[in-house]
């Protein structure tokens, strides 16, 4: 074999990728078949991935679990920010795509690729996420994408991956999903006409549950410290057993529309009920545990980041700075928050926290002061009133 044609192909184990390592291993290249898993993957997966990534012709296959880094370097400043696309979409498998890249990149240097090559179409989002991160890391290695710069159709895929004695189930499915410890994304079927949604069936997790139950989520400086009064080994597990409660109710179903980095509108469901249950929570701690500017400014920045992850600009500098300002934000945000959970949909109780700012010694809201006295709520007001009665002094014709 030719030492000089090694290419890592981001291997998911679907039909674009598949074809494309065999077609580069027919074509001569060394095959490396990399995936990179962000919580999306099953043991079962996997290990049906290796055996076929071999059967293709690949000369190694390597399962990159970056779950844990993807959570440390920026799930959780989704989190401290609240971020949800559109006030609806909370990033799910489109910011797990930044770290999926990096590390296919970093294993292609590691093995000294010359080429990466992914299944990316050229009518989508993901192309430009994996392109952009490999353009930066890898700015020497050849990017290699067939299906999109050949324009080939599901068939013509299929019919070669069967003429070279590969043969699977690729069925055409009605929808497309991408399944991340974020959340699932739903394209297809009725969401390509926008006078419908999606039935009940087109859904991976369905309704399992009907009592009402509560769910206690315990913040430590912004982070999942505890569920149920439970300690879990990383927050990565805490996530995955709250989305395990929150899914048998059917919660966290919603569609976004939005603009792609590609300039289109497009049309995403998806079901994400730990990042519907945190965001939430979390949202609701920090009214009472930060200040009105802190709660404004954090919400400013918190959305950049948001749109820069979604638009493939993890690596913009910016975004550490943005991470700073979030995480010096949370340095009061600790406390246990109360949900009610019902079938899809739950609502928030309350919270329990020493940072309340609610339990304020200078008065009640609407009950009692204890902070300033009459006099001075009257000479208060009179001095707030003060440019508006300069105004209306002036231009009397005016008042409303």
Request: glycine share 8%; charged share 25%; proline share 3%.
């Amino acid at each position: 074999m030719n030492e000089e044609k090694r290419v890592v192909v981001a291997f998911s184990g679907g039909l674009d990728t598949s074809y494309t390592v065999m077609r580069l291993a027919q074509e001569g290249w060394q095959v490396y078949a990399a995936c990179a898993n962000t919580g999306g993957f099953s043991e079962e997966q996997l290990r049906k991935n290796e055996e076929n990534a071999y059967r293709l012709g690949a000369v190694e296959y390597r399962t990159l679990d970056v779950t844990q880094e993807y959570y440390e370097k920026s799930l959780r400043y989704m989190i401290y920010g609240n971020v949800l696309r559109n006030n609806c979409y909370p990033i799910s498998v489109s910011s797990e795509r930044i770290f999926q890249a990096i590390a296919i990149a970093r294993y292609a240097q590691e093995i000294g690729a010359q080429a990466i090559a992914h299944g990316s179409t050229g009518a989508g989002n993901d192309q430009i996420r994996f392109d952009m991160t490999f353009l930066v890391m890898c700015p020497d290695i050849e990017i290699i994408t067939l299906t999109r710069d050949e324009g080939l159709s599901r068939q013509a895929e299929v019919d070669y991956l069967n003429q070279h004695g590969f043969h699977a189930d690729f069925a055409k499915l009605k929808y497309s999903y991408n399944v991340g410890i974020w959340g699932t994304s739903i394209c297809g079927g009725e969401l390509l006409d926008s006078r419908q949604n999606l039935p009940e069936e087109a859904y991976l997790k369905q309704v399992t549950r009907e009592e009402e139950t509560e769910l206690k989520i315990t913040f430590e400086k912004g982070e999942i410290a505890k569920v149920d009064g439970r300690t879990f080994p990383t927050p990565v597990d805490a996530i995955q057993y709250i989305e395990a409660v929150g899914s048998s109710y059917g919660i966290g179903r919603d569609c976004n529309v939005g603009d792609t980095i590609i300039g289109i509108k497009g049309r995403v469901a998806f079901e994400a009920a730990a990042p519907k249950l945190i965001i939430e929570a979390h949202r609701l701690l920090e009214k009472y545990t930060l200040s009105k500017w802190q709660q404004y400014w954090k919400e400013q920045v918190a959305q950049w980041y948001g749109m820069f992850l979604h638009e493939s600009q993890y690596m913009e500098p910016v975004m550490p700075d943005i991470e700073a300002m979030l995480t010096s934000s949370q340095r009061n945000v600790s406390g246990t928050v109360i949900l009610r959970l019902r079938p899809r949909g739950f609502e928030l109780v309350g919270v329990d926290s020493e940072n309340d700012l609610l339990k304020s010694p200078l008065g009640e809201y609407g009950e009692a002061q204890r902070g300033w006295t009459p006099e001075e709520a009257k000479g208060f007001i009179k001095l707030m009133s003060t440019p508006l009665r300069v105004y209306y002094g002036i231009h009397k014709d005016e008042k409303r």
